[in-house]
């Protein structure tokens, strides 16, 4: 049974990076795993479709160069999708819209191994488990589940109300800031409202920290690193493999369709 790499890291006080993929074509993970560069990849489930084959090979892919791996989950399937997700061999869970403790509680026990002591809902399915089913037991497998990464997405106005005492959750390993997501639970459009946006998620930062969760952090250019690592945040996601290529298109494309038209 591989280790969980993320795990690993965040228990070690370790630095963590990462980039966001929508493709299922698990050649995308591979190549990403190739350079190196990130410690594991985050998968965009809420923006992309997919089937559990797909989590499948992406996991395996990952787990060609030691990168680990992540799912971005939509909210109202996220019990189904994360364990189905996991039994694939994903390491880490980021979990959207939770507003309440309440939400953040039952979604962290629908991860959690069914066992006397943990008090989860999750048994032994039989999925890969990495190696396949017949080469881990139940109690590694519990285990397993046990050192699952779990994430929280922090976007809605009612969720920063009761960030203290999701904070003091246990089980809740990472939380990240989601400016969209906040601009509309409060009616703003977000370009309009960056430094109030900014101040919501440094006081989410602050909060997180003080009550030994990591902060994770997503930033467009590494320039925009040394901001968050002044607030003490040590875990990144650089950059978007959807908005790197509609940058592309866009820009590059604007140009080419400039020169084209001029030769008309």
């Keep these: 049974m591989n280790e969980n790499k993320i795990r690993k890291l965040l228990n070690e006080g370790k630095p963590t990076t990462c980039t966001r993929i929508w493709s299922t074509w698990s050649f995308f993970t591979e190549a990403l795993g190739a350079t190196g560069n990130f410690d594991y990849m985050e998968f965009?489930?809420?923006?992309?479709?997919?089937?559990?084959?797909?989590?499948?090979?992406?996991?395996?892919?990952a787990e060609l160069h030691n990168m680990g791996t992540m799912i971005k989950l939509d909210f109202m399937n996220r019990g189904f999708t994360a364990q189905k997700a996991i039994a694939s061999g994903f390491q880490a869970i980021l979990f959207v819209d939770h507003e309440t403790p309440a939400e953040v509680k039952e979604s962290i026990k629908m991860i959690k191994p069914n066992t006397p002591s943990d008090k989860g809902l999750y048994g032994t399915p039989q999925r890969r488990f990495?190696?396949?089913?017949?080469?881990?037991?139940q109690t590694?497998?519990?285990?397993?589940?046990?050192d699952i990464v779990i994430c929280f997405m922090i976007e809605s106005e009612e969720a920063m109300k009761n960030i203290d005492e999701i904070c003091s959750i246990e089980g809740v390993d990472m939380l990240q800031f989601g400016p969209s997501d906040y601009s509309l639970s409060v009616g703003w459009n977000r370009n309009e409202h960056i430094e109030e946006l900014k101040a919501e998620e440094r006081k989410m930062i602050d909060v997180a920290l003080k009550h030994g969760i990591q902060p994770r952090?997503?930033?467009?250019?590494?320039?925009?690193?040394?901001?968050?690592?002044?607030?003490?945040?040590?875990h990144f996601s650089l950059g978007d493999q959807f908005d790197k290529i509609?940058?592309?298109?866009?820009?590059?494309?604007?140009?080419i369709r400039k020169i084209a038209d001029e030769l008309k």
């Design 246 to 255: 509609n940058q592309f298109w866009k820009e590059e494309g604007a140009r």
């Design 130 to 137: 990495i190696g396949t089913r017949p080469n881990v037991s």
């Design 44 to 61: 965009a489930a809420e923006y992309a479709p997919y089937s559990q084959v797909d989590l499948e090979n992406i996991a395996r892919a």
């Design 217 to 234: 952090c997503e930033i467009k250019k590494v320039e925009a690193a040394q901001y968050y690592i002044d607030l003490g945040v040590r």
């Design 140 to 146: 590694e497998h519990a285990q397993r589940l046990r």
